[in-house]
């Protein structure tokens, strides 16, 4: 056990270490990309999907981990996907107010900006609210398939099962996508932030590194929000106030990645001399919180979050993460242009 603990963290710390040196976990970058004024973040977010897309690929037919695509999250109202889309506008909206997400959190904590702090907070009661009452939406009844259709059969999950495509040439056309929007948003597209940072592909392939090191390391892809509900497992259980009888208590590797993030961002910045980035967009404390609250409930909704459905999901051509994704979005893009009018 202590081994797995070992290389859990370590790939957090890795994870970590390459948010902070591709500068994505910045608010400032964060906010500018869903006020569509940088694509900074973009670049990079296609970089370590297409990458890490390649990466999970070879794992799988290697036998090196399982690499399984995200299912569904169905709350048994709208539709099979109603769980993702839910949840990723709610996730949007708090990285809009926060300028974070469940793991560039950590990183900003790490790193020194001070936003970051009541963001982890929120995030914490977060994960202790969706422990406490979010088995009242998941754990909804489950209409049956003979009757409505709606449960994913494992051949359904991805998008080249639907297309009838091989892996390898969805992975392919996946590649030739990203490679086309990195490009043209390279030539098109603002990034006056993103410009003084390090070059958005390399970023991306920092990330792509990682997610390469969490599948050798952990047979697992990389993924955060997990940590905050599983933090919040402990806490209702030690207040009793855990829905749940199992007495056998959940693992703690989520929060060991989590840690490890912690750890291997403030050991490189110190290491590098890295000073606290000063940021162009003041977030009060209670916006941050709410937003925070908002992150981990949306992030737990959807059943992952930026990174579980962004990069890894994404990578697994999960269809249920890239309704999560483009919910996000649009969820993000949504309230950041709300907030412009009401400056």
């Known amino acids: 056990m202590a081994t797995n603990f070992i290389s859990t963290g370590l790939s957090g710390a890795l994870f ?56 569904a999250s169905n709350l048994n109202l709208l539709n099979r996907y109603d769980g993702n889309i839910i949840g990723g ?88 996508v990203c490679l086309s929007v990195i490009i043209a948003a390279s030539y098109l597209l603002p990034d006056p932030y993103g410009s003084k940072l390090l070059n958005p592909v390399l970023g991306g392939l920092l990330i792509g590194g990682a997610q390469a090191a969490s599948l050798i390391l952990t047979r697992g892809p990389i993924g955060v929000s997990t940590a905050y509900e599983r933090l919040g497992d402990y806490i209702c259980r030690f207040a009793g106030l855990s829905p749940c009888y199992d007495s056998t208590w959940p693992s703690p590797s989520p929060l060991v990645f989590a840690l490890g993030m912690i750890v291997g961002t403030w050991s490189l910045s110190h290491a590098l001399g890295m000073t606290p980035v000063m940021e162009s967009t003041q977030i009060s404390v209670a916006r941050a919180a709410a937003g925070g609250v908002a992150l981990i409930i949306g992030a737990r909704t959807a059943g992952g979050c930026t990174s579980g459905h962004g990069i890894s999901g994404m990578a697994a051509l999960s269809k249920a993460s890239f309704a999560t994704v483009g919910a996000m979005f649009a969820g993000g893009m949504g309230l950041s242009g709300l907030l412009r009018l009401f400056k």
């Open 16 to 71: 970590g270490s390459a948010l902070l040196l591709s500068g994505v976990y910045s608010p400032t970058i964060i906010l500018a990309q869903l006020e569509l004024s940088d694509f900074y973040m973009l670049k990079v977010f296609l970089t370590a999907s297409g990458s890490s897309a390649i990466l999970m690929e070879i794992c799988k037919r290697a036998n090196i981990a399982p690499c399984k695509p995200r299912e």
């Open 89 to 176: 506008l709610i996730l949007g909206c708090g990285m809009a107010l926060t300028g974070a997400c469940p793991g560039t959190v950590l990183v900003q904590v790490a790193s020194g900006i001070s936003s970051g702090v009541p963001v982890l907070a929120g995030g914490i009661l977060g994960g202790i609210l969706w422990s406490r009452f979010g088995y009242c939406v998941k754990c909804a009844p489950t209409t049956p398939a003979s009757e409505k259709g709606s449960t994913l059969s494992k051949n359904e999950l991805t998008l080249y099962d639907s297309t009838k495509m091989s892996s390898a040439q969805a992975v392919l056309l996946f590649e030739i």
